[in-house]
């Protein structure tokens, strides 16, 4: 809570994408205040890895900024969107997380979300409804594939 002892509430688009599966793979995430004005957005490049494991950097990345901002301005509220059906489904358990490297990406979502300060949810939503995530996702993977065309050409 703020000094005027109000919860802070936003909502949270992200998404993880690769080219490939594996392939380039970038994450991204907008966070909106409570008035629908982009507060933050951000996006990363991840290297070469699936998809699954875009999506679920993207959703850490998103609490850790969630966690930044509860160290600010006290509790906070958010409805986090995401277009990925599986991992809404693995982390809202009604699916396992059976992969490897998922696993140690999910503990860490789950002490992240474990946070007192946060309450957050994980709602699904169509790619057409997270466009924003989205695009951040695909310019970060298009800047990366320039950069290696820019390098190669130096050689």
């Known amino acids: 809570m703020n000094s005027w002892g109000i919860k802070m509430k936003y909502k949270v688009h992200i998404d993880g994408g ?3 599966n594996p392939g380039p793979a970038a994450s991204a995430m907008v ?3 409570e008035k629908g004005e982009v507060l933050y957005e951000k996006s990363k490049y991840l290297g ?12 850490k990345g998103a609490l850790m900024a969630l966690t930044f ?9 958010a409805e986090i969107y995401a277009d990925s059906e599986l991992m809404v489904k693995q982390f809202n358990g009604l699916y396992k997380v059976r992969d490897e490297k998922l696993k140690e990406i999910y503990a860490e979502v ?8 946060l309450q957050v949810t994980l ?13 951040l996702v695909n310019l970060e993977l298009d800047k990366q594939k320039n950069l290696n065309i820019d390098s190669e050409n130096k050689e």
């Open 48 to 59: 070469f890895t699936t998809n699954n494991v875009a999506e679920w950097e993207a959703l």
């Open 18 to 20: 690769s080219r490939g």
């Open 110 to 117: 789950r002490k992240l979300a474990s946070n007192p300060a």
């Open 123 to 135: 709602t699904h939503v169509y790619r057409k409804d997270n466009k924003a995530a989205d695009r």
């Open 69 to 77: 901002l509860a160290q600010r301005h006290g509790k906070v509220e």
């Open 31 to 33: 966070i909106y205040d």
